[in-house]
T-cell receptor
Framework: GQNIDQPTEMTATEGAIVQINCTYQ??????LFWYQQHAGEAPTFLSY????GLEEKGRFSSFLSRSKGYSYLLLKELQMKDSASYLC?????????FGAGTTVTVRA | ETGVTQTPRHLVMGMTNKKSLKCEQH?????MYWYKQSAKKPLELMFV???????ENNSVPSRFSPECPNSSHLFLHLHTLQPEDSALYLC????????????FGPGTRLTVT
């Protein structure tokens, strides 16, 4: 079975840093994705980790530890437009299994 | 049009109605997917098509019937739905089923009354 856990909600101040954790227990693993989904819109790809370590892409970074079944998404220099739901997903072949998403609210 | 498009964006239907959701991808991809997203729940994979052949049917009730006439189009035919089927239905595509990055459409918000 697939079990992917992430916090339900997080709130942070504009300009701050927020870290969204994701833990997973899955029957197979080909990589871990993070998607951003604004309300009423399609999920959009943020990052993909297949090897352990940190992947940095501008203000967003993603970390993976396969031995611990753990990933995090780090959002730096938060902007109001970063208010959205962030989805952690584990791939097993072509199948993506998603967590329920973390709603991040950025306050001025 | 670019990316993945879905129509309609919103749909309200009674339990005895028959309706269809349409997805079209303009990316030249060979794999297409249907997902269901209910409030506060993870996205659930429903169906996967690769080169117009269904490769995954994830224990979805028969009141949902997918159709993939070609690699650019995917339909989800709906009949005798239940109120608990109300959700956001998302379509996605990828280069093929060995390509991990999926591109999502904006979804159809379905309400069953």
């Amino acid at each position: 079975g697939q079990n992917i856990d992430q916090p339900t909600e997080m709130t942070a101040t504009e300009g701050a840093i927020v870290q969204i954790n994701c833990t997973y227990q899955t029957s197979g693993f080909n990589g871990l994705f993070w998607y951003q989904q604004h309300a009423g819109e399609a999920p959009t790809f943020l990052s993909y980790n297949v090897l352990d370590g940190l992947e940095e892409k501008g203000r967003f970074s993603s970390f993976l530890s396969r031995s611990k079944g753990y990933s995090y998404l780090l959002l730096k220099e938060l902007q109001m437009k970063d208010s959205a739901s962030y989805l952690c997903a584990v791939s097993n072949d072509y199948k993506l299994s998603f967590g329920a998403g973390t709603t991040v609210t950025v306050r001025a | 049009e670019t990316g993945v498009t879905q129509t309609p964006r919103h749909l309200v239907m009674g339990m005895t109605n028959k309706k269809s959701l349409k997805c079209e991808q303009h990316l030249g991809h060979n794999a297409m997917y249907w997902y269901k997203q209910s409030a506060k729940k993870p996205l659930e994979l429903m169906f996967v098509y690769s080169l117009e052949e269904r490769v995954e049917n994830n224990s979805v009730p028969s009141r949902f019937s997918p159709e993939c006439p070609n690699s650019s189009h995917l339909f989800l035919h709906l009949h005798t739905l239940q109120p608990e089927d109300s959700a956001l239905y998302l379509c996605a595509s990828s280069q093929d089923t060995s390509s991990y990055e999926q591109y999502f459409g904006p979804g159809t918000r379905l309400t069953v009354t």
